[in-house]
């Protein structure tokens, strides 16, 4: 009976991974077939395009890592600003179980449920976790929300005030970096 319940786990898991796979092929299928994308055009597919990219990527590591630890250090300090307001409400939670609940909401905000579905995810899973501090758990969730938009309103202030972005460009580009000032 247990070798049954193994074997279906990893006819399971093989599945899964043949269908995400699959999706991906699909995608670059199609993406190809309509001339679209980084490898080609309207004539089709183009490898040496791949080639010089992937050639580019093996010269160049420090980029990537440098560019990795960069969303690395990014992604942590959203998880430790959450973290922070969740103990400020007297939330008694651990360090490692908020970066357990952040990582959940943060997979699912990249892939399934949108931009806000993760942090929904991660609000009812804290809230179940925490019955007694159901409020202050959705409560932190939104807060946060609100609080990562006004720091990416204030980067993008910053960003149009040292480049000049709001004198240059169309008219209609101007008046949104005035008004985002």
């Not at 055009?41 to 990219?53: I, K, T």
């Not at 009812?124 to 202050?136: I, K, N, S, T």
């Not at 932190?140 to 938009?149: P, T």
């Amino acid at each position: 009976m247990e070798k049954r319940g193994l074997l279906k786990k990893r006819c399971i898991q093989f599945a899964k991974i043949a269908l995400s796979l699959g999706i991906l092929a699909y995608l670059v299928w199609d993406s190809v077939r309509r001339g679209e994308g980084l490898f080609s055009d309207e004539r089709g597919f183009h490898p040496e395009r791949l080639r010089a990219l992937l050639t580019y990527a093996a010269s160049n590591w420090s980029i990537l890592v440098l560019a990795f630890a960069a969303t690395f250090l990014s992604v942590m300090i959203t998880f430790v600003r959450w973290w922070l307001l969740i103990r400020a409400v007297d939330v008694p939670i651990a360090f490692r179980e908020s970066l357990r609940f952040s990582f959940v909401g943060y997979l699912l905000n990249l892939a399934p449920m949108g931009i806000v579905g993760g942090d929904l995810a991660k609000a009812v899973l804290v809230a179940r976790h925490y019955p007694g501090h159901r409020a202050e758990c959705v409560a932190s969730v939104f807060v946060d929300r609100v609080v990562g938009l006004y720091v990416l309103f204030l980067v993008a202030s910053v960003a149009i005030l040292i480049t000049g972005f709001y004198n240059t460009g169309p008219m209609i580009l101007q008046s949104a970096c005035r008004l985002t000032l």
